[in-house]
């Protein structure tokens, strides 16, 4: 089986309001989020993000081709995330419900 060559860009600009999240690497907590307007340059403002981490004494990983970037120091552990939803928004998609109620059983 041969790998894909067009891989989806996951910093591209997109026409919808996106959010950086600042997450705990071990709990997955949100520690902070931030609205970035539609069309915002994602890739911008991931590498913002993590060289105001780096600037505070952070050591982090190299950007990839990925979305999300992790963050250490000492022991603390974080990681920076470009999503589309806010997160504190209900997840919805495999294995999950519609709604704010549990499915009856």
Known sequence: MSRRRNQPDPLQKVDKTMWLVVKDA????ALSCRALAPN??????LTAERLKFIDGGWQADELTRYSFVFCQRGSERIYINIQAQ?????????????????PEL
């Open 26 to 29: 071990r709990l997955s907590t």
């Open 40 to 45: 915002s340059d994602l890739k911008a403002e």
């Open 86 to 102: 806010h997160p504190d928004a209900p997840i919805v998609g495999h294995g999950t419900h519609l709604g704010d109620q549990p």
